[in-house]
């Protein structure tokens, strides 16, 4: 193989971005190992399409405030773009890149007929009325209206987006085209074309995992502990299915705080507590049936299995030594840095990366998109049929992967899904 090209060619705009530069060293490594050509790798690490748009919203208080928005298309190659639109105020066009480049490798190990995307705003949802809100939504539609469509690109909530903001994108799109486009966005409400357990799908798709590792490992759900980071939609769906296989949760943390009960959370009154008219924040703190602890504890507590479901970077260099876990499963995308990757492969824990471990989400949004496009719609047990299917399929192939090559689970992700898109870049060719 030629040399590689450098992490970041001249004049790539993501390059100050240290998930992005993250996302690239994955990448290069995988080359590395795979003898990947070097010049399918520098396509591989430059997105294909992407556009910074402003966001102007009027303010209930008449105030005028203008946000930035984000849309990286990381691969056409494959089929059409597919990915999550998130609101947060540390959202940056280097951070969407690199989600973008990982959702390709998502798709491509779950055999769909999707490429990487993925969108943002650089706003804090907690800080805007509902109003607010679908004003921000609707004019972000319209501003990347020239990029999107159900054969080009079908965004998806993520992070601080949810059904209707989904919604109010479906409504947009359509006043636009001037007929009903369902397709033209997954995670929206059943009562529009979504998908039922579409929500819940990221959740399942983890603990079917999960349920995986233990039976290779030879651990029994029913004696296994969780602690999980995060009770968004992620987080909080992987508590209710593990508590479902009789594994118990004795810690769980949000942006806000970690609380942690030894003899295990009750997840239901959980619910409850965030759900409660007062708590505004809808956060685990304050939490009755539990202690408060250090965020800096919630990682390193004793468990069987450990779940970082909320952002990325959070296992670092700095506490990977002291995780106490037996599996790693990576609710989150890109919940560890290289760097602790290389601390974590001299332990015994067993890592299910994030590129597997949460494409659940994906795959049902997959099954959504091609339910509206036929106009035919599936009951919940065919869906989370389809979805136990397709992840225990993946996880498998992956698991052979890691075998047969001597890998490391992440590698040998990284290595199926970069290999499925390289050949399809090669086969379709070069253009002109």
Same mark, same amino acid.
């Given at each position: 193989m030629s040399a590689l090209p450098p992490p970041v060619s001249p004049g790539n705009p993501f390059g100050n971005s240290v998930t992005y530069l993250m996302a690239c060293q994955q990448l290069r490594a995988v080359a590395r190992a795979i003898d990947l050509d070097a010049g399918v790798a520098e396509r591989l690490m430059t997105p294909k399409r992407s556009q910074v748009v402003s966001v102007p919203v009027r303010r209930d208080s008449g105030r005028t405030d203008v946000f930035i928005g984000y849309r990286v298309q990381h691969s056409l190659t494959s089929g059409t773009s597919k990915g999550g639109l998130r609101y947060s105020k540390h959202v940056d066009l280097g951070e969407v890149a690199a989600l973008a480049m990982w959702m390709s490798w998502k798709c491509?190990? %779950?055999?769909?007929?999707?490429?990487?995307?993925?969108?943002? !705003?650089? =706003? @804090?949802?907690?800080?805007?009325? &509902?109003?607010?809100?679908? &004003?921000?939504? &609707?004019?972000?539609?319209?501003? !990347? $209206?020239? !990029? !999107?469509?159900? &054969?080009? @690109? =079908?965004?998806?909530p993520d992070m601080g987006t949810d059904e209707q903001t989904m919604a109010w994108i479906y409504d947009t799109y359509s006043m636009k085209v001037g007929y009903a486009c369902p397709e033209i966005v997954t995670g929206k409400p059943v009562e529009l074309g979504g998908c039922v357990g579409r929500r819940e799908a990221t959740g399942r798709g983890v603990t079917y995992c999960i349920q995986e590792a233990f039976d290779e490992l030879g651990i029994r759900a029913e004696t296994a502990t969780a602690v999980v980071q995060g009770f968004g939609n992620v987080g909080s769906v992987t508590c209710d299915e593990l508590t479902k296989l009789g594994t118990k949760i004795v810690a769980i943390g949000d942006r806000y705080g970690s609380v942690r009960n030894p003899n295990g959370i009750d997840v239901a009154a959980l619910h409850a507590h965030v759900r409660a008219p007062g708590n505004d924040r809808k956060t685990v703190v304050g939490f009755a049936g539990a202690e408060a602890i250090p965020d800096s504890e919630l990682l390193t507590t004793p468990c069987t299995v450990l779940v970082p479901a909320a952002m990325e970077r959070v296992i670092t260099p700095d506490n990977a030594a002291k995780l106490k876990c037996r599996v790693l499963a990576e609710g989150a995308n890109g919940p560890t840095t290289p760097e602790a990757d290389d601390i974590i492969a001299?332990? @015994?824990?067993? =890592?299910?990366?994030?590129?597997?471990?949460?494409?659940?989400? =994906?795959? #049902?949004?997959?099954?959504?998109? #091609? $339910? @509206?496009?036929? $106009?035919?719609?599936?009951?919940?047990?065919?869906?989370?049929? $389809?979805?136990?299917?397709? %992840?225990?399929?993946?996880?498998?192939?992956?698991r052979a992967e890691a075998k047969a090559r001597k890998f490391g689970m992440r590698s040998a992700a990284l290595s199926l899904g970069v290999q499925k898109v390289a050949r399809e870049k090669e086969m379709r060719g070069l253009y002109p």
């Open positions: 491509a190990i %779950m055999n769909l007929p999707f490429g990487g995307a993925k969108g943002g !705003i650089a =706003v @804090d949802p907690a800080e805007l009325s &509902r109003n607010e809100k679908e &004003r921000l939504t &609707r004019r972000f539609t319209d501003e !990347i $209206q020239n !990029i !999107i469509g159900p &054969r080009i @690109d =079908v965004m998806a001299r332990s @015994d824990i067993f =890592v299910i990366p994030d590129v597997l471990c949460n494409a659940g989400g =994906v795959t #049902v949004s997959y099954f959504e998109w #091609v $339910q @509206d496009l036929a $106009q035919f719609m599936w009951d919940e047990d065919e869906v989370n049929s $389809q979805l136990k299917k397709l %992840m225990l399929g993946a996880f498998r192939r992956v």
